[in-house]
């Protein structure tokens, strides 16, 4: 196959799907139909990146089932081919906050417990620096370094807003000095981005989407940041807990409440700060009625984080739309 004439025509493509990372074109071929994914590189980086996606999926195609399967990748120009995963999206039908499909839950499950079992050697080579298997303090504090970096590059711009949201000057010191009460858990291979928009439902079975931001880590900090991005119903939560507790090595599982507890206040803080940059720049493109949607889900997440300050969550649509009004077509736009 000309796999540089595919991403010319994907290039031309009218018809795609934009992650934060990459464009995502879909492509008939001879061969079957392909996905081509394609940097975004204006692209902020507000998440930890380890390893190049392609990478990635080299490694987990021999363990993991419900992965696309890698084609091709380009290192210049970069872009991948995957195949393509026919089916619906699962926040099509089942929006953050609804209750999925029973299923869905033990493929999640599947797929973590797939991870796990991955051996470190089979794994793309880590950096020189990265924190020991067991050091969950060291990689805890890796993920807030990331996230306190973001903070601090839009500190500035982001003043008036950060401080009408009630995001306090140091947003991380009320973790700080909990990550080395973390229980030590051999780490292993994490996804680390398991939402609803990442996961297709075909024929009664889960695929697992967008891998460019897979880690070797804590594996209690996968669920932890799949409960933040899924908000499950409160019988689903406990079922998908109890699954990943019952069926995944007890090494990988091993350690206190308060640790689970730690992984999702770093996830609410980080969600708070991330959220209100990423969203301040969707709005400026928005419709009313995506406006309310994206000002009343921020106002969520931010009475989250407020709740790991020790704010009252006050956070309302209208008090989120007022501070993020400057960046909405020249200040114009009158919530």
Sequence with gaps: MNWLALYERALRSDESAAGYYNRNVGLPTDEGKVNVRIPLEAADTMDVRLWREEDVLACTGPYVD???GLRHASPDPRFQVQHFVEGRVLNDFSPRGSAVPAHVIGD???????????????????????????????????????????????RDTYATVFDAFGIPAEPLAVVEP????LASRPFTLLHSDLHRKNMIVSAGSTW???WELALWGDPLYEIAVHFHKMDYPDEQYAETLRQWRERLPSACTAGPAA?????????????????TVRYSKQLAGADA??????????????????????SPPEMTRARVARALAPWVGGGAWTP
């Design 66 to 68: 419900q992965a696309p």
């Design 108 to 154: 999640v499950v599947t797929l973590m417990d797939q991870l796990v079992r991955i051996p470190r050697e089979k794994v793309p080579a880590l950096p020189a620096d990265w924190p020991e298997s067991g050091d969950g303090a060291g990689f805890g504090r890796r993920l807030a370094a990331l996230t306190q970096s973001v903070h601090d590059l839009y």
């Design 178 to 181: 909990r990550w080395s009460t």
């Design 208 to 210: 697992f989407l967008d």
């Design 259 to 275: 640790d689970l507890d730690l992984y999702l206040a770093h996830e609410r803080i980080k969600s708070a700060i991330v959220d």
């Design 289 to 310: 009625a995506e406006r309310d949607f994206l000002t009343g889900r921020l106002a969520r997440k931010l009475n989250l984080a407020r709740a790991v300050w020790g």
